[in-house]
């Protein structure tokens, strides 16, 4: 049996449980199941996203996301084994979006054309239905929490060379009912394991990298592709 896994966290490379540092911007810690989020363009802070809101769900797929990478997705912490991607949905990218939404309970959106009120009325009443949440790469109409990243800057440059080591970034949080008021959290986006981790205190130089790659060596596995 596996070390448990909280509700707002993953396991570690070590067997034990990290805690995301999302869950500080997010109402209770957490997305609401059959709700949407944004994550304002920035590609680490929706795979990071992703991976917390996957924890112990059945599965995840990724619909109009061609260059979502797979190294990427899986050092983030998704389980690629559960992942299924559609690059190309086509033009009716809402019939096959309401589709996914009804069988996957996390889906991230890439830019797939205009959501008008029509096409966004139907897929939250298809996330109201299913429970699913729906994780938009750039911004999405009706969504509950809009994230996005304010301000990033890269740890381990030094006099134009170096080794990165992570991106320590001010994450901004803020939409409806519980997330009206906006929530802001530092943390390293992505540490050097490519997870979202905490930042420690305000004298954080840096990531941990002792541990660094032993967990993205454990989670080798194959991915879904689907059309």
């Known amino acids: 049996m596996g070390a448990p896994v909280m509700k ?8 034990e449980t990290t805690r995301s540092p999302l869950g500080a911007v997010l109402p209770e810690g957490r997305l609401r199941a059959g709700t949407a989020a944004s994550a304002g363009g920035d590609m680490p802070l929706l795979l990071a996203l992703a991976a917390q809101t996957s924890q112990g769900a059945a599965g995840w797929a990724a ?11 899986e050092s983030a912490g998704l389980d690629l084994a559960r992942g299924m991607r559609i690059d190309e949905p086509g033009q009716r990218w809402g019939q096959v979006l309401a589709t996914v939404l009804e069988a996957v309970p996390v889906v991230l959106v890439g830019s797939l054309g205009p959501v008008n009120d029509q096409v966004a009325r ?5 996330m109201r239905r299913s429970g699913s949440i729906l994780l938009a790469a750039d911004q999405w109409r009706g969504a509950e929490v809009r994230l996005r990243v304010t301000s990033a800057s890269w740890d381990g440059v030094g006099q134009g ?3 990165l080591r992570g ?3 001010t994450v901004a949080a803020a939409g ?3 997330a009206t008021a906006a929530r802001y959290a530092e943390m390293w986006l992505p540490g050097p ?10 004298h954080d130089h840096g990531p941990d990298t002792d541990a660094a ?9 194959a991915m879904h592709l689907v059309g």
């Open 8 to 15: 707002d966290g993953r396991e570690s490379g070590t067997g």
């Open 63 to 73: 619909v109009g996301l061609p260059q979502l990478g797979v190294l990427a997705a």
């Open 122 to 126: 139907r897929l939250a009443a298809v």
């Open 161 to 163: 060379h170096g080794l």
């Open 167 to 169: 991106r320590r970034v």
């Open 176 to 178: 409806r009912g519980a």
């Open 193 to 202: 394991e490519g997870l979202a981790t905490p930042v420690h205190g305000q």
């Open 213 to 221: 790659g032993t967990a993205v060596a454990q989670r080798r596995t």
